[in-house]
């Protein structure tokens, strides 16, 4: 049996992600007034757990994205888009559903692997790819908030140079008090454990996915607001020390 190379796995991995966006966009396309939005968002309501949140969702990119910071949608995991598809009645969107488990199954420890790989070692995405994704997601004629910081928010651009350093020195220091630490980053418990049981033999890796899960919730503002809880984390967390080297690092 011939053997399936890295470069192939990893261009069977790319074009997932590729599928992946445009089974998003196939649901969203499938939305034609306000009352299919509602019906998406009751459809998971219970999953969510949080009517609050699900209130302040206006628009089906909005919907994706709170799916996506709980973990309860993925690349990996794209069951919940067979509920849109279900509510909308789309018949496009459950075949190209069904095409994408069929692919994602007969290739998931590779496909796995990689997403894996990207999550632990840098953003799964670049900036430029979010700033795509973000635009596609959201509908025509919609105003669109900048995603490149003025060249006046200094703390913005030193934050997207000194990321990976922040990250690697959090990575070395914030050790088993790991989930205290996530705690007062607002990550849920349920998605510790997540982490945790994806990564038992490596802390390092439980520790950068909690940072990025909760730098994930600010994905649609400036990194201001994720600075401040992060700050504040470690300040609960008793590190002033660390706290003190990350305001360091963005002076």
């Given at each position: 049996?011939?053997?399936?190379?890295?470069?192939?796995?990893?261009?069977?991995?790319?074009?997932?992600?590729?599928?992946?966006?445009?089974?998003k966009l196939l649901a969203q396309n499938a939305l034609h007034d306000r009352e299919h939005l509602v019906r998406c968002k009751q459809s998971v309501?219970?999953?969510?757990?949080?009517?609050?949140?699900?209130?302040?969702?206006?628009?089906?990119d909005q919907l994706v994205v709170l799916l996506e910071h709980r973990n309860l949608l993925s690349l990996l995991k794209p069951d919940l888009i067979?509920?849109?598809?279900?509510?909308?009645?789309?018949?496009?969107?459950?075949?190209?559903?069904?095409?994408?488990?069929?692919?994602?199954?007969?290739?998931?420890?590779?496909?796995?692997?990689?997403?894996?790989?990207?999550?632990?070692?840098?953003?799964?995405?670049?900036?430029?790819?979010?700033?795509?994704?973000?635009?596609?997601?959201?509908?025509?004629?919609?105003?669109?908030?900048?995603?490149?910081?003025?060249?006046?928010?200094?703390?913005?651009?030193?934050?997207?140079?000194?990321?990976?350093?922040?990250?690697?020195?959090?990575?070395?220091?914030?050790?088993?008090?790991?989930?205290?630490?996530?705690?007062?980053?607002?990550?849920?418990?349920?998605?510790?454990?997540?982490?945790?049981?994806?990564?038992?033999?490596?802390?390092?890796?439980?520790?950068?996915?909690?940072?990025?899960?909760?730098?994930?919730?600010?994905?649609?503002?400036?990194?201001?607001?994720?600075?401040?809880?992060?700050?504040?984390?470690?300040?609960?967390?008793?590190?002033?020390d660390l706290k003190r080297k990350i305001e360091s690092m963005l002076q």
């Amino acid at each position: 049996m011939e053997r399936i190379s890295v470069q192939d796995h990893r261009a069977v991995y790319e074009q997932m992600c590729k599928d992946y966006l445009n089974l998003k966009l196939l649901a969203q396309n499938a939305l034609h007034d306000r009352e299919h939005l509602v019906r998406c968002k009751q459809s998971v309501r219970e999953e969510v757990y949080s009517c609050r949140k699900l209130s302040r969702v206006t628009a089906f990119d909005q919907l994706v994205v709170l799916l996506e910071h709980r973990n309860l949608l993925s690349l990996l995991k794209p069951d919940l888009i067979e509920r849109f598809a279900l509510v909308l009645d789309a018949k496009d969107v459950a075949c190209a559903l069904k095409s994408y488990r069929s692919m994602l199954s007969s290739q998931y420890a590779a496909i796995r692997r990689f997403h894996l790989e990207d999550l632990r070692h840098r953003d799964r995405r670049t900036l430029l790819e979010k700033e795509v994704e973000k635009i596609k997601l959201h509908e025509a004629g919609d105003p669109l908030v900048p995603l490149v910081p003025s060249p006046t928010n200094t703390k913005h651009d030193r934050y997207l140079q000194q990321r990976d350093n922040i990250y690697s020195l959090l990575q070395q220091e914030i050790g088993k008090q790991w989930k205290v630490f996530g705690r007062f980053l607002n990550v849920s418990p349920a998605t510790m454990e997540e982490i945790e049981e994806r990564n038992r033999q490596d802390l390092k890796t439980r520790i950068y996915e909690v940072l990025q899960c909760a730098e994930m919730q600010f994905a649609n503002e400036t990194p201001d607001r994720f600075i401040a809880i992060l700050l504040k984390a470690l300040e609960n967390s008793r590190r002033k020390d660390l706290k003190r080297k990350i305001e360091s690092m963005l002076q």
